[in-house]
């Protein structure tokens, strides 16, 4: 191609594959014997597999999320980093995402953390001067850049003969689907967990003009008489196939995570804006319990303007609200409760297919213009399929919680990857509609809790 090479070659009994930007790499990656490549591969399948002691079915999903995670790990064709991949189906043109990547480094915050500091370093380019971060930043070489940019531009000009213009919002050369709403708030939320885990605060003094920027442009989103921040209708966030709008629980668990983040890294480095944020983080829990709580579900709102539409469905991605603390451990501990009763399939008889893993959503959404492309179908994408990230999520909340019952959102979902044959950690499946990507990096984050807490806690069961 006119951007990379693909060269087979048969060798003996051996087939070799090797890629490459240039046919020089390609070839370089040829000079290995087939030994030599065959004890790499062992060398590194010893490397994953850091549950030996665990039951087959909670040690191979172990492996294979350290897998995933550590293959997400990308370099050019001089060696140097070049982003965390998302997975097989986010290759071309190659591109680095701010969620993806903020939960795929999960496990690399103790496996790899100078690829969590370079991937700031990376995703810092991509925000704008007013706190503006698209979903991803595309890294690709100038050859294939200039050819997904030809592509761009045939799309727009002929959207007929491409369906749509590819990708949606693409304002800069640099940005993959511009101006996503959560992007920059897991920016902040990526520096915090990297400075937690390393202490490496020279990073916060490097970045914090794009910290103070992403800042102000949340703090000047908010509605009258509140902190809140206010998501535009788009499709704009992780649930890329819904139009949300208002207040959005995950954003706005993301928003006070980042708020109180600000508030630590900037106590001494920047302690007007550090006050400012420290006391915004805390009007917005008040505001999030007092507009936000569904007593009939033991809730919180989707996402909608009270006293118009809201969307008051479970929904898993509200997480945020228990993970960042921007709820009370008692009100999380009752998410969490109702999160097993209605979105664990083992235990929601009203779903029609029995114990399959954890839903993302339940019931499906109410207002169906809301809704486009694979998200329309009940049970499919963020309309309810099992999404890993959200369960390893789910499971490191109910062990920081203290509630145990975690293997059930830790493994059941890997069960279904080996009865079907899918070859690793996938993006997410549901019963009727098969899997999304395979080998996605932030499906490590299963692998990622158990590493963290312990065979024990992992295989815990739940507490009364």
Not at 35 to 45: D, T
Not at 374 to 387: L, V
């Amino acid at each position: 191609m006119a951007w990379g090479v693909l060269i087979v070659d048969a060798l003996g009994s051996d087939l070799r594959i090797a890629v490459g930007a240039s046919r020089d790499e390609g070839e370089k990656a040829l000079d290995l014997t087939s030994q030599a490549i065959i004890a790499e591969a062992a060398e590194y399948v010893v490397r994953c597999d850091l549950t030996p002691d665990a039951d087959p079915l909670m040690r191979s999903m172990v492996s294979q999320g350290i897998h995933a995670a550590l293959s997400s790990i990308r370099r050019d064709e001089n060696g140097a980093f070049a982003g965390l991949a998302a997975g097989q189906a986010y290759s071309a043109p190659a591109r680095t995402y701010y969620r993806d990547g903020y939960w795929t480094m999960q496990p690399l915050l103790m496996l790899a953390p100078e690829a969590v500091r370079d991937e700031i370093r990376i995703l810092a380019k991509g925000v704008q001067p007013d706190g503006e971060a698209p979903s991803g930043v595309i890294l690709t070489g100038p050859a294939q850049s200039q050819a997904w940019q030809h592509f761009v531009a045939d799309s727009k000009a002929n959207p007929k003969t491409h369906k749509r213009a590819v990708p949606e919002y693409h304002n800069r050369p640099q940005d993959w689907w511009s101006d996503h709403f959560d992007s920059p708030l897991f920016f902040v939320l990526f520096l915090n967990d990297y400075v937690s885990a390393t202490k490496d605060f020279a990073e916060v003094e490097r970045h914090w003009t794009v910290v103070k920027a992403i800042t102000d442009r949340y703090l000047s989103l908010a509605g009258p008489d509140s902190v809140l921040p206010l998501k535009p209708r788009n499709d704009r966030d992780w649930a890329d196939n819904v139009y949300r709008e208002g207040l959005v629980s995950y954003d706005l668990g993301l928003f006070v995570g980042a708020m109180d983040a600000v508030a630590r890294l900037g106590e001494d480095l920047d302690p007007k804006l550090a006050e400012r944020a420290r006391k915004t983080a805390n009007l917005a829990r008040e505001e999030i319990e007092a507009k936000l709580f569904v007593p009939a579900t033991g809730g919180y709102v989707d996402y909608g303007t009270p006293g118009a539409f809201v969307e008051d469905h479970l929904v898993l991605d509200s997480l945020t609200l228990s993970r960042f603390a921007a709820i009370s451990g008692q009100k999380a501990v009752g998410l969490l409760s109702a999160f097993e009763s209605k979105l664990e399939t083992r235990h929601n008889q009203e779903q029609p297919y029995g114990s399959w893993g954890v839903m993302c959503a339940y019931p499906p959404f109410k207002r169906q213009s809301d809704l486009r492309s694979k998200t329309a179908f009940p049970y499919r994408y963020h309309n309810g399929s099992d999404w890993p990230y959200w369960d390893g999520a789910y499971a490191e909340e109910r062990l920081r919680h203290g509630l145990g019952g975690a293997r059930y959102a830790l493994t059941r979902w890997w069960q279904t990857c080996l009865d079907n044959g899918w070859i690793g950690a996938v993006e997410y499946f549901s019963p009727p509609y098969g899997r999304g990507s395979l080998l996605q990096g932030w499906s490590t984050m299963p692998a990622a809790v158990v590493l963290k807490y312990g065979l024990d806690a992992a295989n815990s069961e739940p507490m009364s």
